[in-house]
């Protein structure tokens, strides 16, 4: 198998950004609670619509006060948001080999590139639902990710998760998977078995100089 580029998932598999709703929510449990909401409804909002008017109902789902979306918001643009440990270490190693990146995620535009910041990293395009006018796990959200790197087969670029929902998601429309799996998550019933179930991304540039 030879890949020709690497797709990432952001907000999971780049990004802690489960810290930053336990933080604003001011408790784990509470936090963890209001995030998988979140992730609930935007998995299953198929067509683009605000992101923001998302993490309002997923508060609202949460018994969280209206006050702490906005917070979760403005904390979010800031630069409140921290990649994991070794994420900006492991990019810059797909940076020395060559490897063209491109970012697929659930969120807006302007929240999707305020993450991808915090990685350090130069990622060839941002893919955010709402560049794309549509939400993983449909389909249209990876195949906007294809085009972004001219329209590479989906077989030839490998599609790096953190969500359990992006292992079949990704591997629907013939993209294989590396799962950075911090969470010890099952893999999903029916979905293709991804290439690597790894506790983190360091794998990842190994497996990738193997395939090159």
Request: with cysteine; proline share 6%; charged share 20%.
């Amino acid at each position: 198998m030879r890949f020709g580029a690497v797709a990432f998932d952001l907000l999971t598999a780049l990004i802690d950004s489960w810290s930053l709703w336990i933080s604003v929510a001011g408790d784990e449990d509470l936090g963890r609670r209001w995030r998988r909401a979140s992730l609930r409804l935007v998995t299953t909002a198929g067509r683009y619509r605000s992101y923001e008017t998302i993490v309002q109902e997923a508060t609202d789902e949460a018994g969280l006060a209206p006050s702490k979306a906005d917070e979760l918001i403005e904390r979010w643009k800031s630069g409140d948001l921290r990649a994991w440990p070794e994420a900006p270490a492991v990019l810059a190693q797909l940076s020395a080999q060559g490897w063209r990146t491109v970012v697929v995620t659930n969120c807006s535009q302007r929240l999707a590139e305020a993450a991808a910041a915090a990685t350090g990293h130069h990622f060839d395009a941002i893919i955010s639902a709402e560049r794309a006018g549509i939400y993983k796990t449909e389909p249209g959200a990876y195949l906007a990710g294809l085009a972004a790197l001219g329209g590479l087969p989906p077989a030839r670029v490998l599609f790096v998760a953190g969500s359990a929902h992006d292992v079949p998601g990704a591997g629907a429309v013939g993209m294989p998977v590396y799962w950075s799996n911090r969470f010890g998550d099952s893999v999903p019933v029916g979905a293709p078995a991804p290439l690597a179930d790894a506790g983190d991304l360091f794998g990842l540039p190994e497996l990738l100089a193997r395939t090159a």
